[in-house]
Nanobody, 127 residues
Framework: QVPLVESGGGQVQVGASLRLSCRPSAETFSSYAMAWFRQAPGKEREFVAA????????YYADSIKGRFTISGERAENTVHLQMTRLRPEDTALYYCAADSSFSTLYGRTQRAEYDKWGRGTQVTVSS
């Protein structure tokens, strides 16, 4: 069973806002960080934002810094991504991820750090 479920995607115009949410499905687990990645057609999956539960540090990709904000509720293993001033290049399938390992091996911005994933929610920004 897929451990995480994303919601909130949609089709919007340039400059609009969207709020993505991610929650656990039926599986119960503890996480030390959660993150958002995205994958556009024909491209590699790329890091967007991450939130560490240990110190509530946040991490952002340069391409979305100042426009997107990650937040969440640790007790519920829930994370959100508030996206503003959306651009056509933000169009992608957005994936939620969780790191259930105590040790940080690869870094919070690295896909390999996360062992639990959702199926993604589509965000399409049209001009």
């Amino acid at each position: 069973q897929v451990p995480l479920v994303e919601s909130g995607g949609g089709q919007v115009q340039v400059g609009a806002s969207l709020r993505l949410s991610c929650r656990p499905s039926a599986e119960t687990f503890s996480s030390y960080a959660m993150a958002w990645f995205r994958q556009a057609p024909g491209k590699e999956r790329e890091f967007v934002a991450a939130l560490s539960w240990r110190d509530f540090d946040t991490y952002y990709a340069d391409s979305i810094k100042g426009r997107f904000t990650i937040s969440g509720e640790r007790a519920e293993n829930t994370v959100h991504l508030q996206m503003t001033r959306l651009r056509p290049e933000d169009t992608a399938l957005y994936y939620c991820a969780a790191d259930s390992s105590f040790s940080t091996l690869y870094g919070r911005t690295q896909r390999a750090e996360y062992d639990k994933w959702g199926r993604g929610t589509q965000v399409t920004v049209s001009s």
